[in-house]
């Protein structure tokens, strides 16, 4: 809960940051509650981050009644803290003045959006605003969200380039590109591994080296070989990107003539990397 709290606090705070500091003075166009917030502000000057609040209640309750309680309760906290959060550093004196370089507010825009929805992305969290509309409109027509978060976010974006020059729009699509970027990046920083299949006449002295000397745990599958038939059993290891200098170094050391794929995966779970890892005992079943 704590974690939870941490980071959704601090993601909405870096969202705001992003808004307040980089997107509004640079008049830079982005989509969701906060263009739909930015474009009445322009015709008819209302406070951007009033306007966010009243609309993210008001779609809350809307979304209480169509999407259930659990869905309102994980959105409420995003939903007040951003607008809350977004009036306050407004406030602060000079911190829509930080740069005067257009290209690099979008990228700091771009770059601050993507580490704060990450974080709150990665608690089970939400920002609130066009999620709740695109998944109310899901939820009675069946349109998948990926599709309705492109089609609304580009009705906001081309609502906002009526009133705007061309470069700014450019600019909007630098920072979403970049968004999506980060955003992809912080959803599986610390969770990346490597996949390493190891394919080897010797796969029994690879396997006890493997767990013996290096401590790394190894699945063995079933395999037959394409040319002469054999069956034979490979080598899987699932390791941190440091080891793996280590395991490749040991298994040509032992057979110099091994096949091995290296793949990378986005994030593992499971005993021995989000569960405590069982000791191994000292003795091995070995192949008869």
Known sequence: MLKTAVFVVLGNTLFAL???????PHDILMGGITGI????????????ALLILIVNVVLMIIGRFVLG??????????SILYPVILSLLQRIPGIDRLTDNELLAALFAGSLLGVAIGMLMRVGSSSGGTDIINLMINKFTHI?????????DAVIIGGQAIFSKPEQLLLGIVTIVLEGLV??????????????????EKFNVIREAVLKELNIGATMSVIETGFTGTRQMAVMCVIHPRKLYD???????IDENAFMT??????????????????????????Q
């Open 144 to 152: 998948p969200i990926a599709a309705l978060v492109y089609l609304l």
């Open 18 to 24: 992003a808004v307040a500091a980089f997107i509004m």
């Open 183 to 200: 955003l992809d990046k912080v959803m599986i920083l610390g969770k990346a591994q490597i996949e390493v299949f190891v394919i080897s």
């Open 69 to 78: 309680k659990k869905f309102f309760y994980s959105t409420i906290a995003s």
């Open 247 to 253: 395991l490749t170094a040991l298994v040509q050391s």
């Open 262 to 287: 290296i793949t990378k995966i986005k994030e593992v779970r499971g005993r021995g990397f989000t569960t405590e890892r069982i000791p191994q005992n000292t003795e091995m079943k070995t192949e």
């Open 37 to 48: 917030g930015i474009m009445i502000h322009k015709t008819f000057g209302f406070d951007t």
